[in-house]
């Protein structure tokens, strides 16, 4: 197993899915890793509220990294796509030591911030060492395939999601949120069968996935991250399903990983949490 710290420094900088909900008044779990990764006291954090529509958005999260022990926070009030060519904003990213995306809408998010270079600035970033986290719509857009929308509570069935671009932070993972609470798993099923080589993050209300650079993840928060490994299907009747049509998929792995579970996305391989590792057989298993 290749295990993934919350400070590791090589490499990649982490991304952090967040499923929407999080704790913002009590122990603030996430945010805290997410400080923490930052630089702590010397963090330079900066907030891109874009998908919201609330304009006090930016300020409450710069509140929370703030009292959280951030160096700095600031944020990014980016409400159309002239405000990306902003060369005041490109300086933020520059020097940001964490970089965070806010929850709204994701065909806000992406339909504002797609293509510019800002994202590639973000990008940049992320590849030299930034850890960027994003939350609900901002954790759907941080995968190369985003989840663009799409029906819960429902099997998976051709029809059932709508894909869009997302600003392409990783390509091995596609990511959905709110999952548990809104029943989404028949859509991130549907997503997955798309093309079986994404391993699909289906991750709930107050829980990030927190992806280290050696594409190890780390479930931190009080719900589950679902797992999707649809590589080795032996049968899909994806290709050949008529709008609306149950789909059959024969082969999918599914795990559902808990806090401190971690996952190797390279090896498509889940463990439990280090002090489950190693238990002998002999151990206390009578019920």
């Not at 994003?134 to 663009?148: D, L, Q, W």
């Not at 996935?209 to 991250?225: C, H, K, M, Q, R």
């Amino acid at each position: 197993m290749c295990a993934t710290t919350l400070t590791d420094e090589n490499g990649r900088g982490f991304i952090i899915p967040i499923g929407g909900g999080e704790d913002r008044v009590k122990e603030m779990q996430i945010h805290s890793k997410f400080v923490e990764l930052s630089g702590g006291a010397d963090a330079y954090i900066v907030v891109i509220p874009t998908a919201s529509m609330l304009s006090e958005t930016g300020e409450d999260y710069n509140r929370i990294f703030s009292s959280l022990g951030a160096g700095k926070v600031e944020y990014l009030p980016i409400t159309r796509r002239l405000d990306c060519d902003n060369p005041t904003f490109f300086e933020m990213l520059d020097r940001a030591t964490g970089i965070f995306i806010t929850g709204g809408n994701q065909l806000r998010l992406s339909a504002i911030l797609g293509g510019t270079l800002l994202v590639t600035k973000i990008r940049r970033q992320n590849a030299a060492g930034v850890p960027v986290a994003g939350t609900s719509a901002g954790a759907s857009i941080m995968s190369e395939h985003m989840v663009a929308g799409g029906q819960g509570n429902e099997s998976p069935a051709e029809g059932t999601v709508t894909l869009a671009p997302g600003i392409g932070l990783t390509n091995a993972v596609i990511i959905d949120q709110h999952f548990t609470q809104r029943n989404r798993l028949g859509r991130l099923l549907t997503a997955s069968s798309f093309n079986p080589f994404l391993i699909g993050l289906g991750i709930d209300e107050d829980t990030a996935a927190f992806i280290g650079p050696d594409n190890v993840l780390e479930v931190v928060g009080s719900g589950t991250v679902t797992v999707v490994d649809a590589s080795k299907l032996t049968h899909s009747s994806m290709w050949d399903a008529k709008p609306g049509e149950a789909l059959s998929l024969i082969g999918l792995r599914l795990d559902v990983l808990g806090e401190g579970c971690r996952y190797d996305l390279k090896a498509r391989v889940g463990y439990p949490p280090p002090q489950f590792l190693g238990l002998s057989s002999g151990s206390d298993t009578d019920t």
